[in-house]
């Protein structure tokens, strides 16, 4: 048997901390958080390396016999701002380099945990490996309505990674090819490991209208769960919604906390909701706790993700875990996560009224709704942690 190894996952800007619970549904760090348990259980021992956002998080937690949080000093304690984080590299950097451990492999989740990291991997001796799960769009193309532009940091410094690391793990074939025409990665450097899903939480099950959520309308509700931010669609969601007939209309639910980044747009969406006469039908419910998600996800219709851009879409996978079909654009990892026609639909339109057909085709035929989420089911037992786990160990080892 192979020795077991010590592994760095590098996450500047997500605390794994918050899981299980978190309320960004499908956010990066679930990934992070079930990567490492998934390769504790193979042997390994992992150290989930973040930055304090918070004073009262200790130096290190023990997670586990094998899996520990580390925090480390990068920038005042407090919750900021994504945009703002990579000011603190240097110094996330130089806290990274002075750790008394010493691992076999660092591997780093997001840009500018890599720009912190590589040069440290460098230094030591050991392996570097990217993984991205969101990449910029390119200076000059079209950002979605109410985006920032990117940091100025953040191209080059997706560039460097890219270009410089033993390997580059990727999430999707989409997210794949936009590293490698993006950001200039070598296509022999570049690998997938797709997710896997929990179904310890995310699993069939009757089919109810949770308490708690504000609805009793009769035809049930669909479910968005996503950050509310321009770049997740909820703005499209509640269009569509406006386009089904009220004879079938069910109830909207909105579960997602606000990024600091877009701190007003939370105001905008309760403006449009009012602006379509919805107000007794959408219910902005907050950030849930995961097994929460996942009873919202088993009581919807359907779960829409009208997200303008996702490298997979993990919120999709496990919406279709719990037998949940989904709607989805038709955009980046999104095309591997629901298979058209079969567990969901792909929209390639961004217009409420076609989003709004589409749900009304799905909703008026009840049966085919049902075979669908039969479907869905079968589809995401494909994604499994497990697995994830040993094609990680395996790329670890080809470049050891």
Same mark, same amino acid.
């Given at each position: 048997?192979?020795?077991?190894?010590?592994?760095?996952?590098?996450?500047?800007?997500?605390?794994?901390?918050?899981?299980?619970?978190?309320?960004d549904a499908g956010g990066m760090?679930?990934?992070? =958080?079930?990567?490492?348990? #998934?390769?504790?259980?193979?042997?390994?021992?992992?150290?989930?390396?973040?930055?304090?956002?918070?004073?009262?998080?200790?130096?290190?937690?023990?997670?586990?016999?094998?899996?520990?949080?580390?925090?480390?000093?990068?920038?005042?304690?407090?919750? +900021?701002?994504?945009?703002?984080?990579? #000011?603190?590299?240097?110094?996330?950097?130089?806290?990274?380099?002075?750790? *008394?451990?010493?691992?076999?492999?660092?591997?780093?989740?997001?840009?500018?945990?890599?720009?912190?990291?590589?040069?440290?991997?460098?230094?030591?001796?050991?392996?570097?490996?990217?993984?991205?799960?969101?990449?910029?769009?390119?200076?000059?193309?079209?950002?979605?309505?109410?985006?920032p532009p990117e940091s100025p940091?953040?191209?080059?410094?997706?560039?460097?990674?890219?270009?410089?690391?033993?390997?580059?793990?990727?999430?999707?074939?989409?997210?794949?090819?936009?590293?490698?025409?993006?950001?200039?990665?070598?296509?022999?450097?570049?690998?997938? !490991?797709?997710?896997?899903?929990?179904?310890?939480?995310?699993?069939?099950?009757?089919?109810?209208?949770?308490?708690?959520?504000?609805?009793?309308?009769?035809?049930?509700?669909?479910?968005?769960?996503?950050?509310?931010?321009?770049?997740?669609?909820?703005?499209?969601?509640?269009?569509?919604?406006?386009?089904?007939?009220?004879?079938?209309?069910? *109830?909207?639910?909105?579960?997602?906390? !606000?990024?600091?980044?877009?701190?007003? =747009?939370?105001?905008?969406?309760?403006?449009?909701?009012?602006?379509?006469?919805?107000?007794?039908?959408?219910?902005?419910?907050?950030?849930?706790?995961?097994?929460?998600?996942?009873?919202?996800?088993?009581?919807?219709?359907?779960?829409?993700?009208?997200?303008?851009?996702?490298?997979?879409?993990?919120?999709?996978?496990?919406?279709?875990?719990?037998?949940?079909?989904?709607?989805?654009? #038709? #955009?980046?990892? +999104?095309?591997?996560?629901?298979?058209?026609?079969?567990?969901?639909?792909?929209?390639?339109?961004?217009?409420?009224?076609?989003?709004?057909?589409?749900?009304?085709?799905?909703?008026?035929?009840?049966?085919?709704?049902?075979?669908?989420?039969?479907?869905?089911?079968i589809h995401a037992r494909r994604?499994?942690?497990?697995?994830?786990?040993?094609?990680?160990?395996?790329? =670890?080892?080809?470049? +050891?």
């Amino acid at each position: 048997m192979p020795e077991p190894l010590h592994i760095a996952f590098v996450s500047m800007h997500t605390s794994p901390a918050d899981l299980p619970g978190s309320g960004d549904a499908g956010g990066m760090n679930v990934v992070e =958080y079930h990567q490492a348990f #998934a390769l504790a259980r193979l042997g390994h021992r992992v150290d989930l390396i973040t930055r304090r956002s918070d004073p009262a998080q200790p130096d290190l937690v023990e997670l586990s016999d094998a899996v520990r949080l580390l925090h480390l000093p990068a920038g005042p304690p407090q919750r +900021l701002a994504k945009s703002l984080i990579d #000011a603190h590299i240097e110094e996330f950097s130089a806290g990274l380099a002075g750790l *008394d451990a010493r691992y076999d492999v660092l591997h780093s989740h997001h840009w500018m945990s890599g720009v912190a990291a590589l040069p440290v991997a460098r230094r030591w001796g050991v392996p570097h490996l990217q993984s991205f799960h969101s990449v910029a769009a390119l200076p000059g193309s079209a950002l979605s309505e109410g985006e920032p532009p990117e940091s100025p940091a953040r191209v080059p410094g997706e560039r460097l990674v890219a270009t410089e690391s033993d390997a580059v793990i990727a999430i999707s074939a989409a997210e794949a090819r936009t590293v490698v025409e993006r950001c200039g990665a070598d296509p022999d450097r570049v690998v997938i !490991v797709p997710p896997g899903v929990d179904r310890a939480v995310f699993h069939p099950g009757v089919s109810t209208s949770p308490t708690g959520t504000n609805s009793t309308n009769p035809r049930g509700y669909l479910l968005y769960a996503a950050r509310l931010q321009p770049l997740k669609g909820p703005d499209l969601a509640i269009g569509a919604l406006a386009e089904v007939p009220v004879e079938l209309r069910p *109830d909207l639910l909105i579960a997602g906390d !606000v990024s600091a980044d877009f701190a007003a =747009y939370e105001a905008d969406l309760h403006a449009l909701v009012e602006a379509h006469g919805l107000r007794d039908a959408v219910h902005f419910i907050g950030p849930q706790p995961r097994e929460r998600l996942a009873e919202l996800m088993r009581g919807a219709r359907i779960v829409l993700v009208p997200s303008h851009s996702e490298t997979f879409g993990l919120i999709a996978l496990e919406a279709e875990s719990c037998g949940t079909p989904v709607i989805a654009s #038709a #955009a980046g990892g +999104l095309r591997e996560a629901v298979v058209h026609g079969e567990t969901g639909q792909l929209m390639d339109s961004r217009q409420p009224e076609d989003w709004g057909t589409a749900i009304t085709r799905l909703l008026a035929k009840p049966q085919r709704l049902a075979r669908m989420g039969v479907v869905a089911q079968i589809h995401a037992r494909r994604f499994n942690w497990d697995w994830t786990a040993r094609l990680l160990d395996l790329h =670890y080892r080809e470049v +050891l």
